[in-house]
């Protein structure tokens, strides 16, 4: 069984910001729904920005990397 970070690792770097975009997205719409009427399980927000993060430190490992 693979870890999130083990995922985000296999995927190239365009695949990645576009999961990236895709997360942050999701988590907008996931507030404003929240705002308007309280999720079921309010603990996906958190959810979504552990995964947002996971993907941003990702990103900035492979920066450093090439730099």
Partial sequence: ???????????????????????????????????????DNSGLLKQKRRSIARIHTELHVRKTKKA
Avoid at 32 to 37: D, F, L, Q, S, V
């Fill in 1 to 39: 069984m693979k870890t999130k970070n083990e995922e985000y690792k296999e995927l190239s770097d365009k695949d990645l910001s576009d999961k990236l975009e895709a997360e942050v997205t999701e988590l907008t719409q996931m507030r404003i729904n929240h705002t308007i009427t309280p999720l």
